[in-house]
């Protein structure tokens, strides 16, 4: 197992680069209050000139988004990479990334959803541990412990325990250590049998995604089983599932303990522990985490710690 790589801490004044690798822009304002929220952490924003053409459903072209991070990557003035949001389109890049280029520079990049598949292509490339955190325009709708967790995580805290004081230990045991890997659930299954394609043997696997019916996050899973992937984690971190944003409490409970539920069945041979209601995901609650760290599972206090 490769030492992580740890990408430099941001200082006041320094220059977060904003890129958009999947959809398109569909809301200005949000645009603009994330960028108020960097700005009122002490950061500059870097935007490009012109905003993001779109095409159908993705921001650019393929070319001009893959160029579009290279050039960020590169760029000496930029010390953090931040996507403007999610959607559909990273999975189109990795033939146009220059896996040479992204060994060269060591800076954080941070998303979720789509950008599942940014941060594997980057711990694949490079063991550099990347921030599994909210994007631009998901800043406005963050709670206060989202943003503050970025910001700690963004200024070199991202050590810090997470403790969900809503984690339902699902099945505990021994606290256990592996790799934090994972993310967006659609997007990882998008990589199986590609060459990214991850080996999840001795990690720490944390799984969310957003409006996938439950019949569809029963195939996924259970193909996960039936793949192999779900006896290789140490154990298992589920973060958020709602259908809708606007799903009832109790109706959302309902759905979230048949997920749990099946996931216990599909782990029940490795008996691996499990959690569920971690605040990560599409909610408000979405708190950073370093893909690719060394963590420590402890379900006696349901805290996830970093090494």
């Known amino acids: 197992m490769a030492t992580p790589l740890l990408p430099p801490s941001l200082q006041p004044g320094d220059c977060i680069g904003i890129i958009a690798p999947g959809g398109q822009l569909r809301d200005l304002p949000r645009l603009e209050q994330g960028v108020a929220i960097l700005q009122d952490m002490g950061f500059e924003v870097r935007l490009p000139r012109q905003l993001w053409p779109g ?12 160029l579009e991070f290279h050039r960020m990557w590169a760029d000496p003035e930029i010390s953090a990479i931040l996507a403007l949001r999610g959607g559909f ?36 490339t490079t063991d550099m541990v990347s921030l599994h955190g909210p994007v631009l325009s998901s800043l406005s709708s963050s709670s206060r412990e989202s ?25 505990g045991g021994n606290p ?7 993310g967006n659930l659609s997007s990882l299954m998008s990589l199986l049998a590609t060459p990214l394609d991850q080996d999840w043997s001795n990690s720490i696997l944390f799984l969310e995604d957003v409006a996938e019916p439950l019949y569809r996050l029963d195939r996924m899973l259970t193909q996960l089983a039936h793949c192999g992937k779900l006896s290789q984690p140490k154990g298992i971190i ?12 109790l109706e959302s409970l309902r759905f979230h303990e048949q997920i749990w539920t099946r996931v216990l069945e599909l782990t029940e041979a490795t008996g691996i522990p499990v ?13 950073a985490l370093p893909h690719g760290a060394e963590a420590v599972m402890d379900s006696r206090q349901a805290t996830l710690s970093f090494l």
């Not at 200024?155 to 809503?166: A, I, N, S, Y």
């Not at 589920?238 to 409490?249: K, W």
């Not at 959690?275 to 708190?287: K, S």
């Open 238 to 249: 589920l973060g958020d599932f709602s259908l809708t944003r606007e799903q009832e409490r």
């Open 55 to 66: 095409t159908g459903y993705l921001a650019d072209s393929d070319r001009n988004r893959a």
């Open 89 to 124: 389109g990273c999975l189109r890049l990795l033939p146009l990334l220059d896996r040479n280029e992204l060994r060269q520079h060591k800076k954080m990049l941070i998303g979720f959803s789509d950008i599942t598949v940014l941060h594997q292509a980057l711990y694949q």
């Open 147 to 171: 943003v503050e967790r970025l910001y700690a995580c963004l200024t070199g805290k991202w050590k810090t325990p997470v403790q969900g004081p809503k984690v339902e230990v699902l099945r």
């Open 176 to 182: 256990v250590q592996g790799t934090l890997l994972g």
């Open 275 to 287: 959690w569920g209601d971690f605040p990560v995901g599409h909610g408000a609650d979405n708190l």
